[in-house]
């Protein structure tokens, strides 16, 4: 298992934080995207900004981004994590996921 890996064994979303240089949010999720498995995104939007308790128990800001991105996750060069794949909505409860991801998805399905 990978050190500094937010919920090990379980299902996540692809993302990080920001590095110097990143001047905008917009720019991080980019190039976390791309680090982490070659997406360049077509469309990118801002989705949804909370506070989120870390793996040391402190709050923190986080802004997930909703990504417009057509390809085959099995082909995607993975640096961070095993697998990324596509869930019909439906599935999703039945995935084990980390922290608030569960909640995550089902607010983003909602407004869609």
């Known amino acids: 298992m990978r050190d500094g ?3 090990p064994g ?3 979303l692809l993302g990080g934080g920001y590095e110097p240089g990143d ?3 917009e720019e991080t999720i980019r190039r976390e995207l791309r680090e982490e498995a070659g997406i360049v995104p077509e469309q990118l939007g801002a989705f949804l900004d909370e506070e989120i308790l870390d793996a040391d128990g402190l709050t923190m800001p986080v802004r997930i981004f909703s990504v417009f991105w057509e390809g085959d996750p099995a082909r995607l ?3 961070e994590g095993v697998m990324v794949a596509w869930f019909p909505p439906a599935t999703v409860p039945r995935l084990r996921l980390g922290g608030e991801t569960l909640d ?3 607010r983003h399905v909602s407004k869609s």
């Open 10 to 12: 379980c299902w996540a």
């Open 104 to 106: 995550l998805v089902q």
């Open 5 to 7: 890996i937010w919920a």
């Open 23 to 25: 001047l905008t949010p």
């Open 77 to 79: 060069p993975l640096t």
